[in-house]
Each structure stands twice: as structure tokens, then as C-alpha cells.
């Protein structure tokens, strides 16, 4: 079960530019998408905590992945408690994310030196999240706060902030181009990634297609890559 450090979490982030994100009930279903984006160019995994014995699930996900991806870094998504982000911490999640921001997870994290991705959608939580530590917000959702425009004009006054933006993120030029034009450091894609026919249909290859056609359109706007 690989570790890795916070700083290296953060700046693999950066240098990806998207963290996918998912959830099943089945582990085996759950191992084909993250291969999937594995060999699509993903180093970035978001498994969200959205279901009835989804730490069984990672835990047994994580422990494969140390042998199948060992270049993959694999958090938790979903978090909006302390307790619920150490369980998962002890189980290996190398990075945190939620939907909120919350104190006492920063504290959990922040002791564990593990990365903390809070949900922001005011320029004010965002500024908050920055004074207990974050090197990184997650503005959510991203679609309905205000879009690209919301991210430019934080950036205006805010221009040290890095954002994380999920919610209306799709695999298209159009709409990537749009959210990196307007100063995103990442994007975290869902649905959009991951289309039911898809998994319904097991076309994992669909996926891995997707990845790197989505990776190919953000690396034209990180810079130093």
C-alpha cells in the first residue's frame, strides 16, 4: 500500500490536471475504471465514500492498486466529518476531499500531514480554508456557483488560490478549455467521465479513451508540462 507525501499529492495533482471521480458498490467494477484511467495517463483517483460499506471497498481497492497501479495515488472523496476522514486515513487514503469545509477534518489532517481538499463556494471560505492550511479548495458546485466567471474573478483579488473545480466538468475541449482558460489548477470529473452505458456495457476501453483525450486538452494549459 504505497504512501505517498503530501507535497507530492499536491503537485501530481497540478501536474495532471484531473482527479476522477467515483463510486461503486463492486470492487471489481471499481478496479476496471481505476486500470482504465490508469492506462489513459490518470495518477490522480477520487473513490467517493457514497455508499453502504464503501471503506470495505477501498480497503480492498487500495490494496490493489499497490501491485496493479503503483503510480497511482488513490483519496477519498465525500468527507464531512473528522471521524469518517481518520477512518479512511488509517486505511490509506492519501488525500481528503469534501463537499464542505470543516474544521476538525483539517485538524485529523493536518496532524496526519495528509492533504485536505475542503468544498468552498464563497470567496470568503475560500480565504478561511487558506488561513487553517489548504494548498488547494475544491470549488463545488462548480456549475452552480458561477461557472468559469466564478473561478476568474477569485483569481482577480485571490490570485494565489488553487482550485480544484467538480461539478460541470465535462470531457469536451469546449468546456475544459473554458475551466483552465479560467485559472483552475484541476478539475474533478464524475458522470461525465464514467457514462452508465459505458458501465453498463463494461467498455472500459471507452474510458481510458476518454482520459487521455481529456488529458491531451488540459496539458495544453498547465503550465511547465
Known sequence: ???????????????TGIVPVFYHANVEIAKKVVKACYDG???????????????????????WIGSECPEIILGIGSIVDAPTAAIYIQLGANFVVGPLLNTEI?????????????????ASEIG?????????VKVF??????????VKNIKGPMPWTRIMVTGGVEPTEENLSDWFKSGVTCVGMGSNLFPKEVL???????????????LSIVQKYIPNT
Open 106 to 122: 483539517f485538524k485529523v489532517c493536518n496532524r496526519r500531514q495528509i492533504a485536505y481538499i475542503p468544498g468552498c463556494a464563497t
Open 1 to 15: 500500500m504505497a504512501k505517498f507525501s503530501r507535497m507530492h499529492v499536491y503537485q501530481t495533482i497540478e501536474n
Open 41 to 63: 495517463g490518470i495518477r490522480v483517483f477520487e473513490f467517493t465514500n457514497r455508499g453502504q460499506f464503501a471503506h470495505e471497498v477501498f480497503t480492498e481497492l487500495i490494496k
Open 128 to 136: 478561511f480554508a487558506q488561513e487553517l492550511g489548504a494548498e488547494i
Open 200 to 214: 453498463k456495457n463494461n467498455d472500459w476501453t471507452k474510458i481510458t479513451e476518454l482520459c487521455q483525450s481529456s
Open 141 to 150: 458546485p462548480g456549475g452552480n456557483v458561477g461557472g468559469p466567471s466564478f
